[in-house]
């Protein structure tokens, strides 16, 4: 009987200290850097980041529309790059296949977070746009694409990949038209109306 009631006296504790921690507001969100670690800054311009994140990503998965991420591997001719130990192929074997394919579609997704860090240039020395609706758009639309990119790797299927392919094109396509393609160099980052 006596463990019955130190049993009972355990269950009304742990649910009032429960029912405390649930009232409690949640913790904001940090948004300073652990002691010790880098804080969130810009390092390099936006033309920068897409030319070193994105571009290379999202041709890894277009690339996956015509050549099968699971097909078994050709040997590589001995008058290649690859054989001759250029960089993709030396690395073309650590990962490779579908998961090659996934991780660009989540390089695509952290790029965003990337190009909204607040104090990024772009190549003419202006201000990233990041208050511009058009802008914040495309920065959610890369996220989107990344995700449904990487949905389409994991299930390992080339018709999903090819239906994504243009998902990542038309998100790319959002900011490039009124910041990137413009007549002049002079003018990116500036809104084209």
Known sequence: MRFVRVLFAVLIVAAVVGC???????APAATAAPSGGPAPQPYGSLAEVMRGIPFPNSNIIFDAQTNDPGAAKKPA???STAAAGGASGVYSSVYSGWQAVEQSAIALQETA?????????????LPVPLTEATFQKGAKALVDAGAAAYKAAKSKNLDAIVDVSGTVSDACLICHEKYRDVATGKMRCVPVP
């Open 77 to 79: 001719d001995k008058s």
């Open 20 to 26: 405390q921690q649930a009232k409690q507001p949640p």
């Open 113 to 125: 977070n990337l190009v909204m860090i607040p104090g990024r240039k772009c190549e003419n020395g």
